[in-house]
């Protein structure tokens, strides 16, 4: 709001730009690569909370053109271990100051999330995060159909459905944001402590030198660096094999789409996992769609009519009333699927190559609390607690954090 004071009283000056475009270095303290919200959230509480500025955010596209720009804007932290709780509702306690925090609108709406039970198991399921998600703090609790109703009125409650509703996860505090006011800001407020944004540079190879890494190969020329942080999402094996390191993440594409505008209906954020459906609608009165990720590896963000017909059918047996609106547009993003639905970040065998990886589809709802403790970890050389579940070591170990059952639709 104080920013835009001072431009209106600019006297007609050009609007300052987001971030500047900066001389591409020969060497950076830091190299991030991926310029989508966790690695500028890294970069920006880098810079912010360890006054560590030498920083380059390196993006082979625009900054947001991966996953960042193409999720369906869902927060929430409903999840089912303790580990990945606490983790998302870190993030979601992030997100609500985030606006404040860099003096940027990012329109997050704390409206509800209600993830259906369609089974007598998915019952038993929603049961047992509602549970989970209150020994943590977190406000879910398992809600039935009278109330349901009140929450969503629109919803078949019926028992003409080939799956009637029985019940419901109910989170509140689960919300929608704009998605790529989330990259701006942080790019700006990034940019504005010293950060150096690097779009339309591909990092074509990394240099490790007796285990360490040492450099970072561009389209652009090579930088020297100790450090450098994987946050590429749906490429993120492509870097890591650069630096000999093998991750278990397979890259999957995950479709959504959005329809017309229509008048405000929906209040909530609606999921049915076993109709494999999430929806929420827009400030603009759009419902963004999305479903279950694509059952085959690919790198392809193509849009696929089976998609459109599946979630279409899907979604009337939800909202019967539905039937007449159209589809506006539909598109794809990557997802980097690990084998037990969680996250991996932290240190890998290669000395100064970090990862911040294998987000399968829940990389958006944790941008802040990632970069801020990925930020922590590289200030510190020191995992911090939150982040000691998700090691890459576990799988060497067999310790997985199984969050598959928080999926918002079956995989
Ligand atoms: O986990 O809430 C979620 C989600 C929605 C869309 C993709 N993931």
Redesign the pocket.
Same mark, same amino acid.
């Given at each position: 709001m104080i920013e835009l004071i001072r431009q209106g009283l600019n006297g007609g000056q050009p609007m300052r730009r987001m971030w500047q475009q900066s001389e591409l270095r020969d060497r950076y303290d830091v190299v991030i690569v991926g310029g989508g919200v966790h690695g500028l959230a890294a970069a920006y509480y880098l810079a912010k909370d360890h006054g560590i500025r030498d920083v380059a955010v390196l993006e082979k596209n625009y900054l947001g053109s991966g996953g960042s720009g193409r999720? !369906?804007t869902?927060i929430?932290s409903n999840y089912l271990t303790p580990e990945g709780v606490q983790f998302y509702d870190e993030s979601v306690r992030l997100y609500e100051t985030l606006s404040t925090e860099l003096n940027f609108n990012l329109l997050f709406s704390q409206r509800g999330h209600l993830t259906l039970a369609h089974t007598d198991s998915a019952v038993r399921t929603m049961r047992w995060r509602a549970e989970v998600n209150q020994l943590q703090g977190v406000d879910s609790r398992l809600i039935w159909p009278d109330e349901i109703a009140r929450l969503c009125p629109l919803l078949d409650l019926s028992d003409r459905p080939r799956y009637p509703i029985q019940a419901a996860l109910y989170h509140p505090p689960g919300g929608i944001i704009r998605h790529d006011a989330v990259v701006w800001g942080y790019a700006a407020g990034a940019d504005q402590a010293g950060v150096h944004l690097h779009q339309l540079t591909e990092v074509t190879g990394l240099e490790v030198v007796d285990g360490k890494v040492s450099g970072v190969k561009t389209t652009r020329g090579t930088i020297k660096t100790g450090c450098v942080l994987n946050a590429t999402a749906g490429w993120c094996t492509l870097i890591s094999d650069m630096a000999g390191v093998q991750l278990p993440v397979t890259t999957h594409p995950?479709q959504a789409c959005v329809s017309e505008a229509l008048k405000p209906f929906l209040d909530v954020i609606v999921?049915s996992g076993s109709l494999h459906v =999430?929806v929420s609608q827009s400030d603009r009165g759009e419902l963004v769609m999305?479903a279950a990720v694509d059952p085959y590896q690919s790198y392809s963000m193509n849009s696929t009519l089976g998609f459109l017909e599946n979630i279409a059918g899907h979604m009337l047996e939800l909202f019967p009333t539905l039937h007449d609106v159209k589809i506006l547009r539909q598109w794809a993003g990557l997802c980097d699927m690990t084998p037990d639905y969680s996250p991996i970040m932290g240190f890998t065998p290669v000395e100064g190559f970090l990862i911040d990886v294998g987000w399968g !589809? =829940?990389g958006f709802?944790a941008g802040p609390v990632s970069g801020k403790r990925m930020a922590e970890l590289i200030a510190t050389n020191r995992t911090p607690d939150l982040l000691a579940p998700f090691a890459l070591a576990r799988f060497r170990d067999g310790q997985l954090v199984g969050e598959k059952g928080a999926?918002?639709v079956g995989h």
């Open positions: 999720n !369906t869902i929430r995950l999921v =999430y999305g !589809t =829940y709802k999926a918002s």
